[in-house]
């Protein structure tokens, strides 16, 4: 998914790659921009296995989406729906385009041009289904973003019992669950500290 200050800055015209389920090996390009960075294939390699490979029927929500690689990875292996949510309009455009080239129905997703945390105070035109999965990864360098984040999704009444939100932070960060979280897995690798949590409600 998204975004680290301290990462590298994607050269122009850069490519992800998604590495399994029915767009195995399929490349996209995404545009440059400050802050936005795929998450790397090891870490998506890492969480599909915690989650056991397959999404099948889940919606899922990718939050501060930038490349979108995640939400991609996901409706690769059989997620009903993704929700992107990318504040740039530049790169919200270029999602929608790659979904495009995908061949991903109109019905599968949809992609919003604006701010993560106006969207979970305000969703457009609500959440009528509950959400299976949440990826939340907004930039390392804003830490109180993820804090922010968090606490309106646990404030939420959108989120399936036992739906997931896997988390993305730099290593240094300190993160308060809110009531209601549990985690699951957990690793850390380099300046990146991934969670998985569940949601018991």
């Known amino acids: 998914m998204a975004s680290t200050g301290k990462g590298r800055r994607p050269a122009r015209g850069e490519q992800v790659r998604i590495i399994g389920g029915q767009w195995r090996s399929r490349r996209l390009r995404f545009p440059s921009a400050r802050d936005l960075r795929p998450t790397p294939d090891r870490v998506r390699e890492t969480l599909f296995n915690w989650l056991g490979q397959t999404v099948t029927g889940w919606r899922v929500l990718d939050l501060f989406a930038g490349s979108g690689v995640l939400g991609f990875e996901a409706l690769s292996r059989g997620a009903a729906w993704v929700g992107f949510v990318e504040q740039s309009p530049r ?9 495009e080239l995908l061949g991903a129905g109109a019905e599968q997703y949809d992609c ?6 106006r969207w979970l105070a305000s969703p457009p035109g609500g959440v009528e289904v509950k959400i299976d999965l949440v990826f939340l990864d907004p930039p390392f360098r804003q830490p109180q973003l993820l804090q922010t984040a968090l606490d309106r999704l646990a404030e939420a009444d ?17 993160l308060r669950l809110p009531p209601g979280f549990v985690v699951q897995r957990e690793t850390r690798a380099g300046e990146s500290h991934s969670l998985l949590l569940e949601w018991g409600g």
Do not use: C, Q
């Not at 790169?91 to 979904?99: D, F, Y």
């Not at 919003?112 to 945390?117: F, I, S």
């Not at 959108?158 to 300190?174: C, D, I, Q």
């Open 91 to 99: 790169v919200a455009r270029r999602l929608g385009e790659n979904l």
């Open 158 to 174: 959108w989120l399936a019992t036992g739906a997931r939100v896997f988390v993305e932070s730099g290593a240094v960060e300190t």
């Open 112 to 117: 919003w041009p604006m701010d993560a945390l």
